[in-house]
């Protein structure tokens, strides 16, 4: 199957007020669910109206739950406990890997206003841009574990290359039982974007091409390995496979084109 994806949108925006409802909504119409496992109950229904007290624990909840207990902002690239088995040993081999520093573990934060993180360099182009503090990044627009785009990224800065643990969850389904092809071509845009990011600075997707393999299954872990082919003036070639953990499935393969905005160059 041959698939063309083009322009996948970048972030979310939603008003405090959105996010009381869509808080509400998940905590009335949605259970977690065992990520090694695909669910089919995922559909969100609106019950009925916003309690303000209600709303207000549920506040108070999502604050928490974005930031550690030290109060920094809180790095979602970490185990959680909806990782399962196969996703915590893909992530441990990368950890082995960057003890050397040839591998660098990108940390991960909700919004752009979290992204000052020493290590950060990728978001930092972000804050020279007007995005509210409730401006979500979109991979991370979900308030419980497990339930959409669970992943880390772990960057080789002299390879350009960059590659995503990534375990779907049960709110990704397109097919019953499978990820939607959109949310692998966001994941990929993702993880090649950051190869773009590293090499050009301020860049953003001109397109995106993506060879649709094998479906992947909910709840998997899937190696997202992206890379920089070229720079040509502005130009940022890169292609990117997905793979099955045990390396012996492809999934998807992509290739992609970047356009420097700036001539802001990193490296
Ligand atoms: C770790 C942290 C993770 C976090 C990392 C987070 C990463 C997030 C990644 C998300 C990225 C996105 O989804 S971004 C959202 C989706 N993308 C968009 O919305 C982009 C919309 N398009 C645009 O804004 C524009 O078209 C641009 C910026 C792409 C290009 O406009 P421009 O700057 O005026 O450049 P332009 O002169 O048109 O083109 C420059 C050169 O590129 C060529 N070119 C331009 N477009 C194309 C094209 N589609 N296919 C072939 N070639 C093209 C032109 O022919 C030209 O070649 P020559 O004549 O020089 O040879």
């Known amino acids: 199957m041959l698939s063309q994806v083009q322009c996948v949108p970048s972030s979310l925006c939603c008003s405090f007020l959105s996010q009381l409802v869509f808080t509400r909504l998940l905590s009335e119409n949605s259970r977690p669910q065992p990520s090694n496992g695909a669910s089919r109950d995922t559909e969100v229904f609106f019950h009925g109206p916003v309690h303000l007290c209600t709303a207000g624990v549920r506040a108070a909840f999502v604050l928490s739950t974005q930031f550690s207990q030290s109060g920094q902002p809180k790095d979602y690239a970490l185990p959680n406990a909806s990782w399962s088995q196969g996703m915590l040993n893909l992530y441990n081999e990368f950890v082995e890997k960057s003890k050397d520093g040839t591998w660098k573990r990108i940390p991960s934060y909700r919004h752009s206003s979290d992204s000052r993180g020493k290590e950060s360099y990728f978001l ?111 130009k940022v070639f890169l292609s990117c496979q997905v793979w099955s953990a045990d390396g012996q499935t492809l999934h998807a393969e992509a290739t992609a084109l970047f356009i420097q905005l700036d001539s802001l160059s990193r490296r």
């Open 124 to 234: 930092q182009f972000l804050e020279g841009e007007k995005m509210s503090k409730d401006t979500r990044l979109f991979l991370r627009s979900l308030d419980e574990e497990g339930l959409g785009f669970e992943y880390v990224m772990f960057l080789n800065p002299s390879e350009k290359r960059m590659v995503t643990v990534y375990q779907p969850g049960p709110y990704l389904e397109g097919h019953p039982g499978f990820a939607h092809g959109g949310s692998t071509a966001a994941i990929i845009d993702s993880t090649i974007g950051g190869c773009a990011i590293f090499v050009a600075g301020r860049v953003m997707t001109a397109n995106l091409s993506i060879d649709f393999k094998n479906p992947i299954p909910l709840g998997s872990v899937v190696l997202v390995d992206g890379k920089v082919n070229r720079m040509e003036g502005r």
